[in-house]
């Protein structure tokens, strides 16, 4: 009797006459349809056809004109039962299996035929059941078919702190509808009492192992614990789990820790009658900040006047309710940001936002976003290593003053690359002066016995050969990190919202763009190779 196996997209019947076994090959309908000479001669073994003529079969492939061919004698169909194919794919989590039909009287799969052939493959957990009843109830041939499935080990969740305070009060100054700035209600003081609850652990879950379809157990992640933000003047309760404010104060959260600080307050001006201030909390100033005077606060600093040429260092915000006119000697730093209604010939320095009507002629590193608004809106001269986003009304000048803007990566990352950069080379220098020093001394070894001196030197070079190198390669690493994230850092974007002029130049990750005629309304972006000018 005939067995179609075109069904199968083999593209060839087998037919079983009285005066022998014929093959017949069709035309291929497509690539996958079109079997081989070694495929076909695989199944004739199978049916267990006695003699047949390879030169027969050989042409029949050649001509695949559909015309029945004889390639053997007289004989009666082989019974074959159906053969069981077990698949494990590499991570061993999946088993599948490819059943081929059995040919004349042969038996079909079975359950237990299955079942075994997953066994001698070493399949001994995740069977599916209903999968392998059905298989066998209603044979899907030439397919494969999952049978077993490993479960994959979950990780655990690690622990986290859930803050009982707002830790980011919004800094951001408010624009009256006249275009004004309206620097006195910031509500920027998140006032805590003592003995306030300030933040409370998360405790971490823990993982769930897995297991593989050959019974190895899958190791899981357990999460890990978080650790209380605590800083000063905060207590921890006595089961480890909660922060409490120990005195009244003012909540700085800097540096991923709480604290909580008293304010120092200067009713006038810091002048010689006050002389520099140094204090642990936030530092408030009534008056003016008078030049070559400094202010280093552990928490914000606020001054109510005009800063000079003066230095200001604040752990927490730098808040200036008018601004700074630094002429080449200010100095602005904080740990937080800085809020100021202008700033002229400054070194500028926040780890968070700076917000501002107008900055000019100022060296400004800003950790965040660099937002310049109000009536000016106004960023022209010297240069802003921003990390994020800028945001202003006017980038430059119409007398083409060199101003140059470096968005989408922390400044200090640019600043530690080009510190590894010129260290590097000094390493590499040592290094094979020690190097040097290894080989001659060992040369001289050869010829005669070394003084202790010398065995001192060859000591020392050894040790230091060894520290460069080791050196050389986490420094190695770490530009590779770096590199790769400015690289990443083309994500950052300057939105200007007036005019752009000539004499800017821009950079964006790894990309640099120099302005070159006066662009308005637009957003500076890069698009992995180049910056781009686009719409608002």
Do not use: W
């Not at 069981?84 to 004349?104: C, F, H, N, R």
């Not at 209603?138 to 655990?156: H, K, M, R, S, T």
């Not at 552990?298 to 109510?304: A, F, L, S, Y």
């Not at 630094?326 to 917000?355: F, H, M, Q």
């Amino acid at each position: 009797m005939p067995n179609d196996f075109r069904q199968n997209n083999s593209g060839f019947d087998l037919t079983y006459e009285k005066d022998g076994v014929y093959l017949t090959v069709h035309k291929s309908v497509d690539f996958s349809s079109r079997i081989n000479e070694t495929e076909l001669l695989n199944v004739l073994n199978r049916k267990k056809i006695r003699n047949y003529n390879a030169k027969a079969i050989s042409d029949a492939l050649k001509s695949r004109d559909g015309q029945p061919v004889k390639i053997a004698e007289p004989q009666e169909e082989a019974t074959v039962d159906a053969s069981i194919e077990v698949i494990i794919s590499d991570d061993k989590m999946q088993a599948y299996v490819k059943l081929t039909p059995p040919e004349g009287d042969g038996a079909p799969p079975t359950v237990e035929g299955i079942v075994q052939a997953l066994y001698s493959k070493g399949v001994v957990f995740g069977m599916i059941e209903e999968k392998i009843r059905g298989l066998a109830e209603n044979p899907v041939y030439f397919q494969q078919v999952l049978v077993a499935e490993g479960i994959p080990a979950e990780n655990g969740t690690n622990g986290r702190v859930n803050f009982l305070v707002d830790i980011h009060k919004d800094r951001k100054p408010t624009i009256q509808p006249d275009g004004t700035v309206n620097y006195k209600d910031m509500d920027l003081i998140e006032n805590i009492t003592a003995g306030q609850k300030l933040a409370e652990l998360v405790p971490p879950v823990p993982g769930k192992p897995g297991k593989n379809i050959v019974g190895t157990v899958l190791k899981a992640i357990d999460g890990k614990p978080a650790v209380l933000p605590k800083g000063k003047n905060v207590i921890v309760s006595d089961d480890g789990q909660e922060l409490y404010a120990a005195i009244d104060g003012q909540l700085l959260y800097a540096d991923g820790k709480i604290s909580v600080f008293s304010t120092h307050e200067v009713k006038a001006n810091v002048d010689n009658s006050t002389g520099n201030i140094k204090f642990i909390g936030n530092v408030l100033v009534r008056g003016n900040v008078l030049s070559g005077f400094e202010i280093e606060a552990g928490g914000n600093i606020e001054v109510e006047g005009v800063v000079e040429g003066a230095i200001l260092k604040a752990g927490g915000n730098i808040i200036l309710r008018r601004g700074m006119h630094g002429n080449g000697k200010g100095v602005l730093k904080a740990g937080g940001d800085i809020v100021a209604k202008y700033i002229e010939s400054s070194t500028v320095e926040a780890r968070g936002n700076i917000n501002a009507e107008a900055i000019m002629h100022c060296d400004l590193k800003c950790g965040n976003n660099l937002i310049i608004g109000g009536r000016k809106g106004l960023l022209v001269g010297g240069t802003a290593r921003v990390g994020s986003y800028v945001e202003l009304k006017y980038l430059g000048s119409q007398m083409s003053t060199v101003t140059v803007v470096e968005v989408g990566v922390d400044p200090e990352l640019r600043e530690r690359l080009k510190f590894l950069k010129a260290d590097i080379i000094k390493m590499e220098e040592s290094y094979t002066k020690a190097n040097q020093a290894i080989t001659l001394l060992n040369k001289m070894s050869k010829v005669a016995p070394l003084s202790p001196e010398k065995r001192e030197i060859l000591a020392k070079s050894t040790r230091s050969k060894f520290y460069y190198e080791k050196q050389i390669m986490e420094y190695k690493k770490e530009i590779a990190e770096i590199e790769g994230l400015i690289q990443r850092g083309a994500s950052g974007r300057i939105k200007v919202l007036s005019s752009v002029y000539p004499g800017v130049r821009v950079a964006i990750g790894s990309s640099m763009l120099y302005i070159k005629e006066e662009a308005q309304y637009c957003t500076l972006y890069s698009d992995g190779a180049d910056i781009r000018i686009g719409p608002l």
